[in-house]
């Protein structure tokens, strides 16, 4: 059998038949649709067909995938990742799209919802005629989000939210926003039509990362909603941490997307870029930092591959994927760096994807838990010792 630069491990061979048909068509969807696209997007500072595209996800089953009724496709977790991946590799917003609107708006009212929520929201969700968002993070609280200020008071039997939410992908554009909030009972999970009197979301300008993506605030001003709105099945910071680690193992195939774009952006310049009268592929330290990126790369997809036959089997664990995240996020950005490097100048030019890539795994590297948080959620988890306070 033949070496694959593209696959050196043969990685292919973990995935059946279904596997395999999931991610062929989400990668000929993402390369007919945003790739042709994602430039001028980045460069412009906007998602101007979400709603279209929205659509489209929906019809090939990509939104809520791994979810169960409701029009979701019943996707495994690992077909779920391969999606994650082929998404970024097309770009970082165009995943954060998905992984928002599946991961955490759906799969809250999915986990934590009545048969009502679940019958008035998800089936428009999977379908992509609705989007959603998810409101944790707040302006002056990011990583504590035990300290949220959005609160909401019973009055009566309706519920009178108040309170900011901040970097919110997708609120924009949202039909529902997922808003987690101080209640005398504990943290709450509230789904909120954003049509509702006292919701708003401006649109966030001016960003670096994540260009191609709809990124908000929300605003609540004394919002009020009946009591049907509360998400009754949790309590507590539990509820969004679980939608969290939902969405966070997305990332773990996800980022892996991003660095294999740029890889394969570097390996395809090394064979054709002359310099010195031959391919500067040709030279030991353009091979030497392939080398390294390639086993990079595929130590991470495989690390994503095991997680995923875990989350199936129901035996994952938070310190898990926070394994991941820490790992393969921190390793994409290096293999695009060093991608950049080989394309040299034209590595910051928008003709290719390594910039872009690069510069939108800065967030991802922040955004669901930073290499902080996760190097502290490990530390405990290998001394049975918290130092978060």
């Known amino acids: 059998m033949s070496f694959v630069p593209t696959d050196p491990l043969g990685l292919d061979e973990l995935l059946g038949p279904e596997d395999l048909a999931v991610r062929d068509t989400v990668r000929g969807w993402a390369a007919d649709r945003v790739l042709p696209n994602i430039a001028q997007w980045y460069e412009s500072g906007e998602l101007p067909a979400i709603r279209e595209l ?67 929201w998800l089936p428009g969700m999977a379908a992509g005629e609705l989007i959603g968002c998810f409101g944790l993070t707040e302006p002056d609280v990011g990583s504590d989000p035990a300290a949220m200020r959005t609160h909401a008071k019973r009055d009566g039997t309706d519920w009178v939210l108040n309170g900011r939410k901040m970097w919110i992908t997708n609120g924009s554009v949202a039909a529902v ?85 740029s890889f394969e952006a570097a390996l395809d310049y ?66 695009c760096r060093t991608a950049r490097t080989i394309l040299g100048a034209n590595g910051i030019s928008l003709e290719y994807p390594v910039m872009r890539h690069a510069t939108n795994l800065e967030s991802v590297l922040t955004y669901e838990g930073t290499v902080e948080m996760h190097q502290l959620v490990l530390g405990k988890a290998l001394t049975g010792l918290d130092a978060f306070r």
Not at 186 to 195: E, K, L, N, S, Y
Not at 291 to 309: C, F, P, S, T, V
């Open 270 to 335: 090394a064979r054709t870029r002359e310099q010195f009268g031959k391919p500067i592929g040709g030279f030991q330290l353009t091979q030497a930092k392939l080398a390294d990126m390639a086993l990079e790369l595929h130590k991470g997809i495989l690390l994503a591959h095991h997680l995923g036959r875990r989350m199936d089997a129901g035996t994952l664990r938070p310190e898990q994927i926070s394994f991941g995240k820490l790992n393969n996020v921190r390793e994409a950005i290096e293999i």
């Open 177 to 261: 926003a997922v808003v987690w909030a101080q209640t005398d009972d504990g943290i709450r999970g509230f789904a909120v039509p954003t049509d509702s009197p006292g919701f708003s979301a401006p649109e966030i300008k001016h960003k670096w990362s994540l260009r191609a993506s709809v990124t908000s605030e929300l605003v609540m001003d004394d919002v009020r909603l009946p009591a049907d709105a509360v998400l009754p099945l949790v309590t507590g910071l539990k509820g969004p941490l679980g939608c969290l680690s939902h969405a966070r193992y997305g990332i773990i195939w996800g980022s892996m997307g991003a660095a294999r774009a």
């Open 54 to 120: 929205a659509r489209e996800l929906g019809a090939i089953g990509a939104l809520g995938m791994s979810l169960e009724g409701y029009g979701c496709a019943g996707a495994s977790a690992v077909q779920y990742g391969l999606a994650c991946l082929e998404l970024e590799a097309a770009d970082s917003g165009i995943r954060s799209l998905v992984s928002v609107q599946g991961s955490l708006a759906m799969y809250a009212i999915w986990k934590y919802g009545s048969e009502e929520q679940k019958q008035r």
